[in-house]
C-alpha cells in the first residue's frame, strides 16, 4: 500500500512510501548527515537511492545537483514522485539504472560526492531470502556488491572526490580491504550502537579518491537511550 509520510522533520519535506516494499530506515538520515559537503561541490550522486529519501534530505544541505540511481523500476517511478512533489525537478535527477552500468552513462571524473546505503549481507548457500524481491535486492547482493559500488565509485568520482557508505560493522574490513585495492584512502568513520553497553552494528565510512595517508575516527554514535527513546543527537539529525 502507498502512503505519503513527513520525512521526519525536514522543512516540510514529503515522502511517498509503500508499506508492501520497505520503509526507510535510520541509515538513511545517517548518511547525508555523516558525509562531508562543502560550498565548493557541485554534484552528488546516490547509489541504490530507493525512493530517494537521501537526495530528499542531501537538498537541504547542500546546492550541488543530486543524482539519484535506482535499478528497480517501481521504486525509481517511487523516487521520481517524490522530486516531483516536492518540487525539486531541478535539483534532483533520478536514473532507472544498473550500478555495474554507469560507465556507459556517465563520464569518469564527474562526480565531487558519492553516497550509498548499499546492501548489507553476501548471498551464500546458507542465505534466507525474503520472497519479495524489492527487499531482496535492498537487503542482499543479488543485484550489486559492495565491490561494485567502490569500484564504479573510483571510476565517476574526482581526483580526491569523497564516497560515503553505511554499512554493517561487520563488513568494516571488507570494505578498508576495497578501498584500498581501489585507491580510496579510507579518511573517517564512525561507529553505530544500538545503545550505551552494546556492540557496535553499523558504521559509517567515509573515503577520499587518491586521498592522502590520516585518519580520524569520530566520537561513537548511541542511537537510544535505555529507555528506548531516540538520544538527543539522533533527535536532532531528523531537524
Known amino acids: 500500500m502507498e502512503v505519503l509520510n513527513d520525512l521526519v522533520n525536514y522543512s516540510g519535506l514529503k515522502i511517498y512510501q509503500n508499506t508492501d516494499w520497505f520503509l526507510f530506515s535510520l541509515d538513511s538520515v545517517l548518511l547525508p548527515n555523516f558525509v562531508t559537503l562543502n560550498k565548493n561541490i557541485k554534484t552528488v550522486m546516490d547509489l541504490g537511492t530507493g525512493n530517494a529519501p537521501i537526495p530528499l534530505i542531501l537538498s537541504t ?31 534532483i535527477e533520478i536514473y532507472n539504472l544498473n550500478i555495474k552500468n554507469l560507465k556507459e552513462h556517465f563520464s569518469p571524473d564527474s562526480m565531487d560526492v558519492i553516497t550509498c546505503n548499499p546492501p548489507y549481507f553476501k548471498i551464500t548457500e546458507q542465505s534466507n531470502l525474503n520472497e519479495d524481491i524489492h527487499k531482496v535486492i535492498a537487503r542482499h547482493e543479488k543485484m550489486v556488491t559492495l565491490e561494485d559500488v567502490i569500484q564504479i565509485s573510483k571510476y565517476l568520482l574526482k581526483n580526491n572526490g569523497v564516497m560515503a557508505l553505511v554499512h554493517r560493522t561487520d563488513r568494516f574490513l571488507d570494505i578498508l580491504r576495497l578501498c584500498s585495492q581501489y585507491g580510496m584512502e579510507v579518511k573517517k568513520i564512525r561507529f553505530i550502537y544500538p545503545k550505551l553497553q552494546t556492540e557496535s552494528n553499523m558504521i559509517l565510512v567515509e573515503a577520499r579518491k587518491n586521498g592522502g595517508t590520516g585518519l580520524k575516527v569520530l566520537p561513537p554514535l548511541y542511537v537510544h537511550e535505555e529507555n528506548g527513546d531516540y538520544t538527543k543527537e539522533v533527535l536532532q539529525m531528523f531537524q
Open 61 to 91: 544541505k547542500t546546492n550541488a545537483k543530486i543524482i539519484g540511481i535506482e535499478v528497480q523500476k517501481d521504486l525509481y517511478e517511487l523516487a521520481k514522485k517524490n522530486i516531483q512533489y516536492n518540487h525539486l525537478e531541478e535539483k
